[in-house]
């Protein structure tokens, strides 16, 4: 078994995340179990043993962005500049129709 680097893909994965400006990482906890609480590796993902209990993994289709006003393939830092766009991390309470979709596909 060995670890996949961009599942189903065969371009380097790209890989960036939004948060908040009062956001910070606590890393201490995953260092300590020597990673995530899955692997995903060429057979399938394999659970870290390090973790005590986990839940099982789900997988859920990814929703429509266009209910967000944003566009598939968009460029996330070019968001910068339209910090608007990204209002649904801070007031998710106002974006019922995209979380709502997002709950009732589990």
Same mark, same amino acid.
Not at 5 to 19: D, F, K, Y
Not at 22 to 48: C, M, Q, V, W
Not at 74 to 102: A, C, H, I, S, W
């Given at each position: 078994?060995? #670890? =996949?680097?961009? $599942?189903?893909?065969?371009?380097?994965?790209?890989?960036? +995340?939004?948060?908040?400006?009062? !956001? $910070? $990482? @606590?890393?201490? #906890?995953?260092?300590?179990?020597?990673?995530?609480?899955?692997?995903?590796?060429?057979?399938?993902? !394999?659970? +870290?043993?390090?973790?005590?209990?986990?839940?099982? @993994?789900?997988?859920?289709? $990814?929703?429509?962005?266009?209910?967000?006003?944003?566009?598939?393939?968009?460029?996330?830092?070019?968001?910068?500049?339209?910090?608007?766009?990204?209002?649904?991390?801070?007031?998710?309470?106002?974006?019922?129709?995209? !979380?709502?979709?997002?709950?009732? =596909?589990?």
């Amino acid at each position: 078994m060995l #670890p =996949k680097r961009n $599942s189903g893909a065969e371009a380097e994965l790209g890989m960036a +995340n939004w948060v908040c400006t009062s !956001f $910070s $990482s @606590i890393y201490e #906890p995953i260092r300590k179990a020597g990673g995530g609480a899955y692997y995903l590796l060429e057979d399938g993902f !394999f659970r +870290n043993p390090n973790y005590a209990s986990v839940p099982e @993994i789900r997988m859920v289709e $990814s929703v429509k962005p266009e209910l967000l006003g944003l566009e598939r393939r968009e460029d996330m830092y070019g968001l910068v500049n339209e910090l608007e766009k990204l209002r649904f991390l801070k007031e998710p309470q106002e974006f019922e129709e995209f !979380f709502g979709e997002v709950f009732e =596909k589990n």
